[in-house]
Structures are given as C-alpha cells and as structure tokens.
C-alpha cells in the first residue's frame, strides 16, 4: 500500500537558519503530494501541494518539489522564524480524492531566536 | 466562513463503552473524511462519506461506524472502546468537484479511553 516516510526528528534550528524536511513515499500510480502544518491545540492546515512530477508548491516561504525519479517531496525555508515552530506531515492522495490521504509521522520543528 | 467545527473538545470514557464524535463541514463542501492521530503519529484514514453513504475505508474494524446527514454534517461512532483507542480524532472535509484537492480540518477531538 501507499507509504509515507518523514525525516525523524525534533529538529532545532535558529532563526534565520535553512530549513529542510526530506519526506520519500511509495505510492501506485501518480499521487498528489502534500506538506500539512500542525500548530499546538490545532487541527492541520494545509501548507502546499503539488499534483505532478516536477511542480513546485510554495506557499509563505515554504517550497517542496515533486520529484518523481526519487519518489521525494522534501520541504525547505530559507530563513525560518520562531512563528514556524509546529509539527508539519508529509502527505499524498490520489489525484482525484485528496479526503483520503497517506500520511507521515510528522516531525516537530523548534526555532529558537 | 466557519471552518470545519468538531465536538466534543475533550472526551473520556472507559472500556467498553460506546462514543459519538460530531463533525460540520466547512461552509459549501459535501465531503467528510476521518483520521485517527496516535500521539506522536500521523493521521490515519478510518473512512470518508460523500452524499450519505460511506465511500472508503482504512484498515479500522467494524467497532468504528459512521454517518452523514442531509446538511453535511457527519458522526463518528466507536464501540467496545479499547485503551488502544485513545486519539485525536480529526475530522476533514472537502468538495468532490472543483475543490481543488484541498481538504480542510477541524481541531479534532481528543478521546481518552481508561
């Protein structure tokens, strides 16, 4: 079945410091791919997606590209902010229903000023 | 624009009994999925309803059953409860057509199960 494998974490960074989240899935066919943010008390919201090989999704800072040749969808910032601390999943679905969705563990994300 | 609302906040029960879970759909969308989130885990797929009728399921047994009414709104109904079904429970809702691939989340319902 479909998998999704996050890099481990807690990961510690400065401000300002560059961020990246690898995030590698199994999946049949050609799924869509998405990075979810959890903020502390909060559901997931979601942060970008992208629906084919070789997209970029981007959204306030955040980029992650589709890359079908190594079945990866890393997350990166170039400067994070202690507003980015959260726990953030890397997901996919399919391309047609994305309310059923693969979904990593997560990996928590502190950033200390 | 009310987003996805989910009660109750908090929940305890021992086991072997029964819950209910209530979930509203964000404004306009006609689909309802479920995910169960073990601590320190990702969300996990119980099952997604769209015009009444359950249309997916995850691997979760039978005890887990579910509902969606005329208006959207959905139920998430667990039996027997197990220590091991101690979560948040998270539900999501989304537009079958047009929506983008976007699913919206409510804050989830944290059942303890003692």
């Known amino acids: 079945g479909d998998s999704v494998t996050q890099m481990e974490g807690p990961v510690t960074l400065s401000e300002e410091a560059f961020l990246t989240i690898n995030c590698t899935y199994t999946?049949?066919?050609?799924?869509?791919l998405f990075w979810y943010v959890q903020y502390p008390g909060e559901g997931l919201q979601l942060l970008l997606k992208a629906t084919k090989a070789d997209d970029k999704g981007s959204n306030k800072g955040f980029e992650a590209t589709y890359r079908k040749e190594t079945t990866s969808f890393h997350l990166e910032k170039g400067s994070v902010q202690v507003s980015d601390s959260a726990v953030y999943f890397c997901?996919?679905?399919?391309?047609?229903?994305?309310?059923?969705?693969?979904f990593g563990d997560g990996t928590t994300l502190t950033v200390k000023p | 624009d009310a987003g996805v609302t989910q009660s109750p906040t908090h929940l305890i029960k021992t086991r072997g009994q029964q819950v209910t879970l209530r979930c509203s759909p964000k404004s306009g969308h006609d689909t309802v999925s479920w995910y169960q989130q073990a601590l320190g885990q990702g969300p996990q797929f119980i099952f997604q309803y769209y015009e009444e009728e359950e249309r997916q399921r995850g691997n979760f047994p039978d005890r887990f059953s579910g509902h969606q009414f005329p208006n959207y709104s959905s139920e998430l109904n667990v039996n027997a409860l197990l220590l091991g079904d101690s979560a948040l429970y998270l539900c999501?809702?989304?537009?079958?057509?047009?929506?983008?691939?976007?699913?919206?989340f409510g804050p989830g319902t944290r059942l303890t199960v003692l």
């Open positions: 999946a049949t066919g050609y799924p869509s």
């Open positions: 999501a809702s989304s537009l079958v057509l047009g929506g983008g691939l976007e699913q919206f």
């Open positions: 997901a996919l679905s399919s391309n047609t229903n994305a309310g059923k969705s693969t």
